[in-house]
Each structure stands twice: as structure tokens, then as C-alpha cells.
């Protein structure tokens, strides 16, 4: 392979959406003929760096960004996608754009099929009427799915393949255009199975050594150790590594990619803490089935007034435990909290057995957008445990009217107790800030008095200031109403810092359970599942 | 000052304020051709009491999600089918509307579960599949009316003494006796207390629904369903519980309806009875996810008055007799409006 001539560079990009820095003077490049691996965790600044590549319409409407890109040692400026295609730049998108009535051919040739001229095209001089030339046409297919060693029938319809032949059909259709010499695989093996898996990585060496450049983005480590060149590592928009591929082991990109600085705070100290003698939740092979998300025979326990965190690199599970236990996915398995069997697959009688649930998708799942805040915060204890309604009529709950006074009250004591910012208990919640909302979610679970608190993902998308505000509250309901808390968080580094234990979730199932000053190695080679330890 | 005025016209509404603007438009023009202001009133609002109830059927399911009851003719038919039974025993006044009521209600519940269970079925395609459910019921319903088994020989068909009659006359059952409950003059305007009442009644016992706790699960559901079931909200049973309170509704609406009109109408005429009830609550400022008590009597007036007052201000101005498509123009032109502003209008 020769190192000298670069195809494609990316010199010193910086990118911000509205005063916030996703991209920070990253650089990346390409050799022809090479497989270049970009991993990074969720929200890393993969998907920006490929837009800014792309020239998506997203990026310049937000300003544009500043550094360059170089294609053949030439600067250029890519401002559309259809720019970028004619540079030489092919995408394979992670989901599928295809008609799945055409045939496999006329996916591939779509408005780019080769023609024959006819009499009424020549009369009118209308390229529109051109007849298509069908063999043609078939040839082109062939050889493209041939390039990828596939052997499926070209004149097959797309509707009906399997999933996996339909992400090489979306590959063929980049290969099969002459002037590709870039290629670009945002995470082609996320809906793959093993053995498609292994098929892709195999198209992708052929690729490459007929000469394109492919520049490859995963979180699947194996993957990137089996066919890597170089390895790049993002995280929080910057570059932290560049990695030949015989200095490069899983661990040590594990390690790279969650690996943060981790400031030591002091906690305020418990008068006992927590032990394996006062179990408050058992979780026996939990089987969740959230897309994306799966958990596959996980089994936990959690000691009563501890700060559990759950971690793990992204699509292993961590975020199903969780909502399969409250109800919101179908599950199987068995819970129990002190002895006390939980029912899976029903919300309601999992909020009446004291535990809640701040959820991951704040605005999707944990909030009532347009409606104000004292009703967010007390629509779910209202529902599942009778609070603020008044007293009549006994016999029939369901007709009992709203207390508004002690709901208004309610939620005046919260805005002030949790120090949430707005015009009033009126005030919709749409209107209020990321950090603002995250505590109005908090406040709704709190309503409900919960022994037991599952917190998903709770510093998703706000600022750090209100990171820094949300983490301390949960220590301080933690330490001061002694609720039981199970964090789970892709920020490595904010479960560090506020749990007693970081349990890590690999393919669905516990990996481990680390204590939080557990070295960056011993936690990077967990979420890589290279080991498994037994609980400390 | 400036900055209040776009406040208040952005909580109204620019459509509103057109229609109403439109309004106070014909009145001055009424008033300028001599024509009677206070008896147009008098005829809007009782056309505002008439429907008001039909409107009010539009808010539960847009509430829990289901959107706009374009299958009103269920309801609308549970509701004749209540009071052609009253009619045959004979009951007249209060008793033969209250007994219309009493038995449309458990009718309607029926009818309201099983148009439930369909939609469900359909998630996603409410709207349309309503449209033609109700269609499809007053077909059928035509060849019941035929069939049914009513031996009052007021309202059998005179000739061959089988089957019901198109148009029946309330006049010795329960017609007008809300029109004539406790009428009152208010500057040479009739008001009738007993119907606007009851009308109001209705907006009252609705408003106060949606701040119990089944009501207030019935709005979770219908903004997020995703956060409802979070909240232990079982969705499909809320939906349910939306659908079955617009049939209801609907059945009441239409026996009221009727009170007022003075006849009952069967066969095709409950057809089209969704749309006007669909367009006073979007012309009310509802969207397709949100409506309150407030976008029915507002939206109810709005249309009600403009249906009753444009027609003879313009056969008036035009001095020729364009009624019927006067009135076809105006009706349907303002449906048409009001379906492009499914969005709330703002």
C-alpha cells in the first residue's frame, strides 16, 4: 500500500452548533486502497465529521464550519451531497434506500441507467424517452454484486431479500458508480447477523484492494481489529488517537474511547454503607426485547441505599435493563424487590411497588410537552397512585376530580426545592431548558416517593453547568431520602464519579461490576468483553 | 400596547378574527337594509344550541388521540334510534326527551365500544375509515328504518303500514320543549334559557371530565402515548373510553338536535352530520390533537351564526333567490376552510 498519495484529507475540522463545540480540530485522511476504521462512542462527532464530508444541507445551515478538506491534494469545497458524489465520494447509509419493488438492477442503475436512442426520442431529442438497455443495465449489476462475491439472481425484486443482502444491494449501487474512489460505511453491520457480518468485512478487503479507500465507522471493536489500516478515535469531538494496525489492541481503544478524566469529588459519607447483606433489587436472567437495546439473560442485584451505574459502549443492553423492568418494553425474567415478586410487562403495578423510572428520551418518553409543569410532574402519581385527587368519590377513583391547590403546591415546593427554572408552575415545559426539563422528569419520579429510582442516560443533551446540577441532586436524594439509585450512562466518567458500583453490560448481559476507581484499562477491556469478573 | 395587541390576536386567532370580523361585516349590512338584528340573533343562538352539543361529540376523541369523530352518524343513529322508542310509548315534554336520552345513552355505548374496537384495528387511519364506517351505517340503518318493528301509526308510513316515515313531526312528542323552557327578552332578543342551558350544561359536565382522573389519563394518552403507558396508563382502553363519550355525546346532540328542528329525520339525513360539527370546532381554533370547551362554543358560535345570518343578508343584497346554492357555497366553502386549518389556525 502506498502511504504517500493521500486521496482524501480532513485538516483541522472544528464544527459548533449554536455555541456548542461538537468538532474540535479533528484531521483525518486516506490512503487509496486503504480501510481507515473511525470509532468513537455515541454523540463522539462521527456523524458530523461524515455530514461536513457529505456537504449535508444541515451543516451549512447551521453556519458552515471551519477547516479544510482535500481531495487528491486539491482543496475543495463540498457544499451538497451531489457534490460530494462528484468528487468521488460514495456513502452506504445505515438504513436502506431502496425500492423494494425494482429489481435489484434497477436499484443499482437508478437515473444512471445506460440508454438507447428510439425514434420518437430522436424526433423529439428528448434524452427522456430514450428506451433503458435492459442488458446493459444487468451486465453493470452483475458486476457490481460480482465485485462484492454475491451470487444472488440481479433481475430478483429488492422486496423479500433478507436484510443482510439488502445492504449489499446499497453497497453495489456505490461500487457499480465509475468515479467512486472514496467510500464511506457508517455502521453497515448494525443490522447484520454474524455470519453477514463476516461476508461485509470480506467485500470490504476486496474493495480496498482493487484500490478505494474506505473509510469505516463502528463501535463493534472486533470488526475494526479484524480489517483496519489505520484506526482513528474520536471522543467529545476530538481526536485522541491515531493508530497503526499492529499498535492497536482492543483494549487499549476501549480505553481510548470512554477513557476521561475522572475529577475526584468528595461525596458526603453514609453512616453504613451499603452491603451485599441488604439486597433491595434482585434481577434474574432479565430477557428485554427494545430494539437496538437488547438484554439477553442479565442477572444483578442491587444493595439497598447504593448508587448503582450500568454501563457499557452503545447497543449492548444497558439501556434495556431498565425499561424493561418499569414495563415499557416486553420482558421476561424475574425481579424482586425485598423478597417481592415484580411484575414484568405492566407499568402500572411496577409504579405501585415503589419503583420509578427517569427515562432516556426525555422529550419522547418523559414528557408532556405542551402541557405545564405541575401537571408533568403529578400526572404520574396521579395515575398510578391516587395522589392529588380529591377525597369523593370513594367507590370510584376514576371519576375524583384534580386537587389543583395540593398538585400547585406540590410542584411549587419541587421548582424551589430542585431549583428548576421557569416562569411558574404554568409554565409549559417545551419552553424550558434541557437541564430544566431533566429535573422537571426528576421531580415527576420523586412524586412518586420511590424506594428504588432508575435514572437512564441522565445528562443526555444539556449543558454542562446543568450536568454538574442534575448529578449532584441525584447524591444528594441519594444520601438525604436514602433512595436506592441505578444510573445508567454511556458518560463513563460521570458514573465514576457519583456511584458506589459501575456495573458493565456487554452483548446483554453483566460483564462485571467494577468499584469506580477502577483503572481506565480494567473498564475498557470489560465493555470490550474481553474478561469476565467476578462481582467485587 | 403594541406588543399586548399581537399577544391577544396570536391567543385568538387570525381566523377568528377574519370570521368575526366577516360578521360584524353582514350585521352592519343587515342593519343597513332594514333587517331585523335582534331576530337574527335570536336564530343564531338557538342554531348555537341546537349544535352545540353535536360540536362538543368532536372533543373526547380528538383528546385521546383518535382525532376528528367523522363516524358522528353512529352516535347520531343511537341517538334517533333512542328516540323513536320514547316516541312509540307514546311520552311527550320532559318525559319523552329524558326517555329519548335514557334510552340513546346505553345504545350508544354499545355502538361507541364496538366502533372502538375497529378503530384500534386501524390505528393511524382513524379519520378516514370513521368517514366511511358512518357512511356504510346509514345505509344500513335505511333498510332497519324499513324493517323495524314501530306499530305507532304516527310514525309508520300511512300507506301499507310498514316501515317508518322519512320526516317525523315532534309536535306531540318532546319537540321545542328546550326551545320553550324559560325563554327570556333581552333587547328585543328571544333567549331561551332552557336550551342554551342545557347546552352549557353539557360544556360544564365535559370541562369538569377532563379534570378527574380518567379525563386527565384521557389527555395523557392522546398527547404521548408512550409516556402514558409509562405512567401505567393502559392507551387502548382510554381510546376506548374517548370514542365511546363522543358516541354518547352524539346521540344526546342529535335527540336535542331534533327537539329544536321540531322533526326527526331518517334515512340518509344523518349522512353528512359530521362535517358541520367538524368544521365549528376547527373553525374554534381546535388542531387535530388538541381541543378545548372553549374551541366548541367558540368555534359553534362562530359558524353556527354565520351559516344562519349570511344567507338572508345576501338573498337580501342580490335581491334574487340564490338560497339553496347560497347556502351550499357558504356551508361547504366554510368546511373546506376549516379542514385547511386542521392545525389549530393560528
Known sequence: MERARRVLEMKGITKQYFGNTVLNDVSIDLCPGEIHALVGENGAGKSTLMNILFGMPVIHSTGGFSGEILIDGEKVELLSPAAAMQAGIGMVHQEFMLLPGFTITENIKLNREPTRKNALSKLLRSEFLDYLDIPTMRKDARTALDRLDLSIDEWLPVAGLPVGYMQFIEIAREVDKKEVRILVFDEPTAVLTETEADRLLGSLRRLAADGIAILFITHRLDEVMAVADRITVLRDGETVAMLNRDEAVVERIAELMVGRKVEKVELPPRDTDPSDKDIALTINDLLVDMPGEMVRGLSLSVRRGEILGIGGLAGHGKLGIANGIMGLYSAAGRVSKNGDNIPLNAPDQVLLKGLAFVSEDRRGVGLLLNEPIDRNIGVTAMQAQHKFLRPWPHFLPALRLENRGELRAYAEEMIRKLDIRCLGPNQPVRSLSGGNQQKVCVAKALALEPEILFVSEPTRGIDVGAKRLVLDLLVRLNREHNVTIIMTSSELGELRKICDRVAIVYRGRLAGILPPDASDAEFGLMMAGRVRKEAI | ?346
Open chain 2, 1 to 346: 400596547m403594541a406588543h399586548r395587541l399581537r399577544q391577544t390576536v396570536e391567543h385568538i386567532g387570525v381566523p377568528r378574527l377574519m370570521i368575526a370580523g366577516f360578521l360584524v361585516i353582514i350585521f352592519v349590512i343587515a342593519y343597513l337594509t332594514d333587517m331585523s338584528v335582534p331576530q337574527l340573533i335570536t336564530d343564531s343562538l338557538v342554531r348555537v344550541g341546537m349544535n352545540g352539543i353535536l360540536v362538543l361529540a368532536m372533543v373526547p376523541t380528538i383528546s385521546c388521540g383518535v382525532g376528528l369523530n367523522f363516524g358522528l352518524p353512529l352516535g347520531v343513529l343511537s341517538g334517533l334510534v333512542g328516540a323513536l322508542i320514547s316516541m312509540e310509548m307514546g311520552l311527550a315534554g320532559f318525559a319523552g326527551l329524558l326517555a329519548a336520552i335514557a334510552f340513546a345513552v346505553p345504545i350508544a355505548v354499545v355502538v361507541g365500544y364496538l366502533y372502538a374496537l375497529l378503530l384500534e384495528s386501524v390505528k393511524g387511519q382513524e379519520m378516514m375509515v370513521g368517514t366511511y364506517v358512518g357512511f356504510s351505517t346509514v345505509a344500513v340503518m335505511c333498510v332497519f328504518w324499513l324493517m323495524a318493528p314501530f306499530k305507532n301509526p304516527e310514525l309508520i308510513w300511512a300507506i301499507g303500514g310498514k316501515g317508518l316515515r322519512f320526516t317525523l313531526t315532534l309536535g306531540n312528542h318532546f319537540g321545542k320543549v328546550l326551545n320553550n323552557f324559560a325563554v327570556f327578552q333581552l333587547f328585543g332578543v328571544k333567549i331561551s334559557a332552557g336550551l342554551m342551558g342545557f347546552f352549557l350544561l353539557f360544556c360544564l359536565l365535559i370541562y369538569l371530565f377532563y379534570r378527574t382522573k380518567v379525563g386527565i389519563a384521557m389527555l395523557a394518552a392522546g398527547a404521548n402515548p408512550v409516556f402514558a403507558r409509562s405512567a401505567g396508563i393502559e392507551v387502548r382502553r382510554m381510546k376506548a373510553v374517548g370514542v365511546v363519550l363522543s358516541t354518547v355525546l352524539a346521540a344526546i346532540g342529535i335527540i336535542v338536535y331534533a327537539q329544536s328542528y321540531g322533526f326527526l329525520q331518517l334515512y340518509m339525513a344523518p349522512l353528512m352530520m359530521a362535517f358541520p360539527a367538524v368544521a365549528a370546532i376547527l373553525i374554534g381554533g381546535a388542531s387535530l390533537q388538541r381541543a378545548t370547551i372553549f374551541n366548541v362554543i367558540i368555534g359553534t358560535v362562530l359558524f353556527q351564526t354565520l351559516l344562519t345570518t349570511a344567507l338572508p343578508v345576501t338573498s337580501r343584497v342580490i335581491q334574487g333567490d340564490i338560497s339553496e346554492v347560497a347556502r351550499l357555497i357558504i356551508s361547504n366553502g366554510m368546511i373546506l376552510y376549516a379542514l385547511t386549518r386542521s392545525t389549530g389556525g393560528k
